[in-house]
């Protein structure tokens, strides 16, 4: 045979070898998925990135895994649907669109509404799609003739019939209710859009006097925010707080204000904290909002849209509200009103877009009753229609399903799907439809307003399992692969998004969005914080693969993937991958190099193999097995560490090497075809198993081998047969695996360099299974151990003067160390070798023994210490034999 179809570069270099093979995977159309095909269905609907973003560590981390499944997927025999896509990303991308025009000295308002989104549609047509090149740089294949947008028209049509229906279900509702409100983005925020962060604050002490007549005195309460006082209307206390039971029914009047205001009962109130005086302020608290319903309290709004103060505020109107509670502080303290001022750490909310302090605000907007939804959900999830992995998850998942409020659905912004409900000028009637409707349908007038809201993103975002696919239309795509097999999701957006998909599927499919939820870690820097611009230590995947190739990248990110942990991530682990590649790229070059002549069905007799052929067959076999159940399971980072490992120690480090004198010719023509057809019967399968997870590199390789020219995401998966032989031969070969690995640490011991020869090694075995193993193999340990001649000694048999013993369960090998050192020496610096082991033996044995450690010390550092303790008494033990094997 030809050695190459497509001869191999010296050296791997991976830029050009990923933009060819990712431009030919297109041209092919190897992504796209047939809804007709009679193979087994898998999708995976890709968490769509915002159109203002970039490629960052998450979505690399993300995409690399949901990449792996839809390729292995492919190779499983299955049509594999990956639909990608991007979120319109309200708020995000008006601020971006917004500061863009800032630049120009041009407003939003400047421009009026249309024109406005004409300009966000005009941003989004030329970055919006950025990151999808940067998916494909990583290598994702998905099926790019299906990419969705969450604004595309097929997509704005499900959300307005989806807004209809739950709005006629009675399950969308319009009212007044204390929302988180961003005075900057000057838009309503779900509670999961807040950010709370601990905060250096005052605590106010101030006196609220009687004025009931029943005698003078005070009520005192504490507050972090003074300038809400303006909207107080009662003073709560528990109604088992023994303490404070007296003062409910009695009036207080508001310092500054002079409004008279009674004190109530309620079991918000916490009688542990500060004097368990409570103020109430409907208009400014959220909890003060539920007392204030069960109540019947007024809400007085004292703080505008724009966080300044409101009319209602008075002599205080118009400043901004920090600045009020400045203002506030001072006149209560000139009052007398002001008690004491106490500095309080807290937490504060803040909005996740711009950081801005959240305000409570009460407003009009648009819910969702969210309780019957999230009810089917949790009981799809118990009755196992959906699985979470890692498990740990799904308890997340139930808690806040099981305390969920109503979620706030409206946004005052002009990006993003605008309100289907129109509003009658002339009679108020509100109608709720998918067109605009031409009269009121209550006094048939035409003047009619559209609400100037836009829907949350998550709203749309909620639907993607099945908007994507076509719905509301019966789409073949919907017929054939919904539900979706996957979802790959951060832990981040399991209230966001992963729910609300849930609920929404389960509401207009009738059926679960997705069978397996894999929630994956957050990738943190070396040091195990959390990468940040302001901290320097981003590292930027787009950097990391013009350095060392997308295959690398994605090497280390699935391979530091565990379940349920957080990924260290540094540029010299990304390194140590790269370097990995290059083993493969050089095995291969190697394995090409030495198959002129052979067979290219890589066939062989079995006749012809030897113990290292048909260990690497087993082992083959073995990790075929193994990489099925891992991927399966969703076991990403110990599927690439066994490749890895296999690659790396089992077929380079072991088989290539016992192979080289075979491929030689020094065993004989027959030997040399086996081993020929043994390395293209292992080699193949190698690069069908690590395509998943490095597709250029395999593809490249695979080229060059003599294998069927058909694309790997093509080829079937290997299938694992068993051998009849295979634990015979695993003991055999970790029997001589023992014994090469024990006569290089005599070497290591006796300082020979890897180039010097022991012309003579004595071994005394007490079995004549492991003699003949050894006999019949003896050439492969002298060739991996640079030993000229073995000498068998009896049973009985003394050790030989001067040596280096290596004491094995089969029996004992010597090293004699007269002639290659120094033996009075050596002497001298194993007992100062055997003096420092002892004294950290004692060391470690003291800690080990002392009650405080152990009950103390994690869990983790106790494990390491004993772990210590093993390794140094070994140590020790073969110091000592050493010792006594010189000595004698």
């Known amino acids: 045979m030809e050695t190459s179809k497509e001869p191999l570069g010296k050296s791997y270099d991976p830029a050009p070898i990923e933009d060819r093979w990712y431009e030919e995977w297109l041209r092919q159309g190897l992504f796209h998925a047939d809804p007709a095909s009679p193979k087994p269905p898998f999708s995976i609907v890709i968490p769509p990135p915002n159109v203002t973003g970039s490629l960052h560590m998450g979505h690399a981390l993300n995409n690399t895994l949901q990449d792996a499944i839809c390729r292995y997927k492919r190779m499983k025999g299955f049509e594999v649907l990956w639909l990608p896509g991007t979120d319109h990303a309200g708020i995000a991308t008006q601020n971006v669109v917004e500061r863009s025009l800032a630049t120009q000295g041009v407003s939003r308002h400047d421009l009026g509404r249309e024109a406005f989104v004409e300009k966000v549609w005009e941003w989004k047509e030329q970055y919006g799609s950025r990151i999808i090149s940067q998916l494909k740089k990583l290598g994702a294949s998905c099926d790019w003739d299906r990419e969705r947008f969450t604004m595309d028209e097929g997509l704005s049509q499900a959300v307005r019939q989806v807004f209809v229906e739950l709005y006629r279900k009675d399950l969308i509702y ?140 008075g002599v205080y109107a118009g400043l901004d509200r920090f600045e009020a509670r400045e203002r506030m502080a001072q006149d209560l303290e000139a009052s007398g009103a002001l008690l004491e001022k106490v500095e309080h750490r807290h937490s504060v909310g803040h909005c996740y877009r711009c950081q801005t302090l959240v305000e409570p605000y009460l407003s009009e907007q648009w819910f969702v009753r969210a309780k019957p939804l999230a009810d089917a959900g949790v009981k799809a999830v118990r009755e196992g229609r959906i699985r979470w992995v890692p498990e740990n998850w799904v308890n997340v998942y139930y808690q806040w399903m099981e305390n969920i409020r109503d979620w706030c659905i409206s946004r005052q912004l002009w990006w993003g799907h605008r309100i289907p409900a129109w509003y009658c000028e002339d009679c108020g009637a509100v109608m709720v439809e998918e067109t605009p409707p031409q009269r009121c349908e209550k006094c048939g007038s035409s003047r009619l307003r559209q609400d100037e809201d836009v829907l949350d993103t998550w709203f749309s975002s909620a639907l993607w399992p099945f908007s994507t696919m076509g719905w509301p ?111 493969l790229w050089n095995a291969s070059r190697f394995a090409l190099l030495n198959l002129e002549g052979a067979d290219p069905n890589g066939t062989f007799r079995e006749e012809d193999l030897r113990l290292h052929d048909r260990w690497i067959l087993t082992r083959r076999g073995e990790v075929i097995e193994e990489m099925g159940h891992l991927l399966e399971g969703y076991f990403f980072g110990e599927a690439a560490r066994l490749m890895y490992d296999f690659v790396w120690t089992e077929l380079c480090d072991w088989y290539l090497e016992l192979s080289k004198p075979a491929l030689r010719g020094d065993e004989g023509e027959s030997r040399k075809a086996a081993t020929q057809g043994v390395l293209l019967s292992v080699f193949r399968d190698v690069l069908l198993l690590l395509h998943p997870f490095v597709p250029f590199v395999t593809e490249e390789l695979w080229r060059s081998f003599p294998f069927d020219q058909e694309f790997l995401i093509r080829q079937p998966w290997p299938e694992a047969t068993p051998r009849q032989d295979q634990d015979s031969v695993l003991a055999d070969m970790g029997t001589l695996q023992e014994v090469v690995r024990g006569i290089r640490n005599l070497r290591s011991e006796a300082r020979l360099t890897p180039q010097q020869t022991v012309k003579t090694l004595h071994w005394r075995f007490k079995e004549a299974k492991t003699l003949r193993l050894l006999e019949e193999n003896g050439d492969l340990v002298k060739l991996l151990t640079r030993v000229e001649t073995f000498v068998l000694l009896e049973p009985d048999a003394a050790k030989p003067e001067k040596s280096l013993a290596l004491l094995l369960p089969q029996g004992d090998i010597f090293l004699q160390v007269g002639d290659l050192l120094d033996v009075e020496k050596e002497v001298q610096r194993l007992r100062g070798e055997e003096k420092k082991l002892q004294g950290e033996i004692a060391r470690s044995e003291s800690k080990l023994s002392n009650p405080s450690f152990l009950e103390r010390a994690p869990e983790d550092v106790v494990a390491k210490e004993r772990e210590t303790l093993e390794e140094a008494r070994a140590r020790l033990a073969r110091v000592a034999s050493n010792l006594e094997s010189l000595a004698s």
Request: hydrophobic share 40%; net charge negative; charged share 25%.
């Open 473 to 583: 239309e019966k789409t073949p795509e919907l017929a054939r692969f919904y539900p979706t097999g996957l979802l790959t999701t951060g832990f981040d957006i399991i209230f966001f998004w992963v729910a609300r998909m849930v609920m929404m599927g389960l509401e207009f499919m009738e059926e679960v969005p997705f069978r397996d939820v894999y929630i994956h870690a957050l990738v943190r820097d070396e040091k195990g914080q959390k990468m940040s611009k302001s901290k320097g230590n981003v590292i930027d995947p787009l950097d990391v693969i013009d350095r060392f190739g997308a295959d690398a990248l994605r090497l280390t990110l699935a391979s530091l993937t565990v379940q349920g942990r957080d990924i260290y991530l540094s540029t010299n682990k990304i390194e140590s991958y790269r370097f990995f590649l290059n083993k």
């Open 174 to 313: 319009r009212g007044k209710y204390l929302i988180n409100w961003c005075p900057r983005c000057r838009t309503a925020l779900s509670d999961l859009e807040v950010e709370h962060h601990e905060m250096d604050g005052t605590l106010y002490k101030v006196a609220y006097p009687f004025v009931d007549g029943k005698g003078e005195g005070h009520v005192v309460v504490m507050t972090t925010r003074p300038e809400t006082i303006l909207g107080d209307v009662a003073i709560a206390v528990h109604p088992r707080d023994e303490r404070n039971r007296p003062l409910i029914g009695r009036t207080v009047r508001v310092p500054l204000v002079g409004r008279d205001i009674p004190v109530i009962e309620d079991n918000m109130v916490d009688p542990e904290f500060g004097t368990g005086c409570v103020k109430i302020t409907p208009a400014h608290d959220p909890n003060d909002f539920l007392v204030g319903q069960r109540h019947g309290l007024e809400a007085i709004q004292v703080i505008d849209d724009q966080g300044c103060m409101a009319e209602t505020a």
